[in-house]
């Protein structure tokens, strides 16, 4: 039987909330609610037909709770799957059989957290389509959205952050000192033997690639957000016990950072007191860390690439010259600021020209000396077509062959175009 279609205006706002409520969560930098957690803890296990955990270990921050989870991986079976397999296979079951496959897309789109300019419409859209939804005789199949474009990029992004915080991990907990302190507190929570703990510092302190595969089987807390969203949307609307299984879960996810589930132990991490983001929703801050937590970890991004402190903090060319990797030198370039870049290391102006795909603004090519950038290139200095929140443009650099000898070309060669091509666009990203 159809579901009453006067409900569509209820739902419309209900969806709005949801949405609201799950985006801050995913943006929340409140101390963590231990209790909350715990007892979220012990409802996942519980509703995956497990014992609830004797021992909860909170970590300080993702990196330290990653080489504590590595640690207990050689000691305990790790819970992952069994909690979130089930539970998630459930709430599709009941949910499906109650909502049309078109009914469950929309509403999905309405809850992926979109970009701004058109959650109103998805969430328009997913409340006509539930409002129309009816059951049916065969339970049509639960679209997990891997299959659209923008889940892709959201979920590459989420794979990024996991190498970012891998790596991250191994610079600034990657001593064998922290990594001993990772093993300490995981084989003290179990009760190790102390001649099993003395071995294991000699031949088990976890490495960079683990730790780094540890904080991948956490990222589900962070990945599957957009679904608890949708389940929890539903639930309100129309379906309360499709939530049971996932209940838990939900309330870690409310309540805490990333976690691990092990037989018997679990390992939780604090949130973040610190986290700014750029317009893309990518970790960056221009004048301390862009991520940080309660404790004294934090870590400097630039537009979601992790960089060392100095390349936002204290950026000069001496250090710009001094940096093998491209991507850090190329971000603290940007934070230096290109005008000032250019000046201080001398480099030399080729061309410029105004810029015929972005009105008003200017293309500059310059000639970098093999000192500053270990080898002879030419670089692009261009701004965005499109202005930042803060009303100014961004300016960068784009590196191209030293065999382009003038800006026009340079900024077409970027596009893939002749000149004469990128000359006769109107306007350009």
Known sequence: MGTRVSHVGDWLHELRDVQREWLDVQACTEPADREEAEFGIALAYEYAGLTPPRTVIWAPDPSLGGVIARALTSEKVLYQRLLWNDARAEARRITSSIYT?????????????????????????AAVGLAFSSRTAKAPEFD???ADSRWRIEKARADAAVAVWGQHSFWSHGTVGQRKLGLQIALDAIHAAPEDVLQAHRRRLPHYSQVRSALASARGRGDDLAELALHDALSRLHTPSAVKHLEGLMLVA????WWWPYEDVAVVCERPSVRRLDREGRLHAEDGPALAYPEGFSAYFWHGRVVPQWAVMEPTVARIAAEQNVEVRRCAIEALGWARFTEEAGLKLVDECPDPGNQGQRLALYSVPGKVWGTAANVLVCTNGTVDLDGRRHTFGLLVPVTVRDALGAAAWGYGLTAAEYAGLERRA
């Open 101 to 125: 496959r078109r009914a469950i897309t929309q509403a999905q789109a309405a809850i992926r957290f979109p970009g701004r300019d058109r959650v109103e419409p998805a969430i328009r859209s």
């Open 144 to 146: 997990d959205g891997l």
């Open 254 to 257: 409310r309540s805490a950072g």
